[in-house]
């Protein structure tokens, strides 16, 4: 028996003895950043989602994680049930494996395949319609800061020399750490640029409790409709504004649609009728808060250096795509801009 075999044997234990689910199959399913994933089938025919934390994970934070999406739920945002243990618990641990179990999502994609069509202003609704929700979470109301906090052209620069230190250290010959180092020296060269930009950016910012790592893999569509957010973080404030961008501006999104600022503006225009309380000013704000999010990132360049076993031939063409995006965002938006200012006014 190998490793993967012993593992899919324990996930089917843990199901029986702290879900009284009885599984008739499980297997491997859709790979995770920094878990593994299952896909289980009961006795009745349901299926069941099942996320293995790898021996290290905080597994309080990771509680606090469903229960942000649980708070979701409350809100009527489509966030799958997470099924508790017998014990009430929202994870359970035996031995060397702790699980968390949710009903599996049927009949759907992640939205890596870009946004398109009636898309835009679904994704637009239900992200809107998420941070209504999460407004009145627990962990404080929204609060404005200093646009800086936002988009922090300091630390990245902080980050990115760090990066060409370490570069430096061991020179890369070819491949992607090659790009990976001339792309950190071409960010660097270019934040002085990244600051102007940032600072047309309003004074301060809303930040308040949001999903945390609404990126496309988390997001899963049916259709031309969503039908869950995934993958909640544990409570922490951030720009809503920075979030809508984050989603609806993603590298596939804006290099696969030319008509993406028409497309950005109608799930801006949804966004704000879901949740008419973020000013005007932070939603114009969005296409150049995705644009600084981009410029002002080292991943995955970092990988090169932090996790080189990572770096696979979808991280590299992810990474080139980020860079072709963010270009892409840099040129077009002063129109991206116009057309969000004339649809929201």
Known sequence: MNASESDVMVVAGILTLFYRIVPTLVGEGPAGTATRNYVARDSDGARWFVKAYPAGTDLDAERQALELGEFARLGRIPVPVVRKTLEGDLIAAAGDMAVSVAAFVED???????????????????????????????????????????????????????LLVLFAKRPPASGFPAWAR???????????????????????????TVHGDLASPNLLLRGQQVAALIDFRRPGHRSPAWELGRIVLDPRTVLAQPQWPTGLAEAVAAYREANPALPAEELLAVPRLAAGYLACSVYPLSEAVDDPAAVTPELEAYGRNRQAAMAELCERLPEAEEVLHDFLH
């Open 108 to 162: 759907t994609e992640t939205a890596e395949g870009g946004l398109s069509g009636d898309r835009w202003a679904a994704v637009g609704e239900t992200v809107g319609c998420l941070h209504r929700t999460l407004a009145r979470h627990p962990a404080g109301p929204p609060r404005r800061v200093p646009a800086r906090e936002v988009c922090d052209v300091k630390r990245a620069w902080q980050r990115l020399d760090r």
């Open 182 to 208: 001339e792309t950190a020296a071409q960010r660097l060269d270019a934040l002085p640029a990244v600051a102007a930009m940032v600072k047309g950016l309003p004074t301060t910012l809303t930040v308040q």
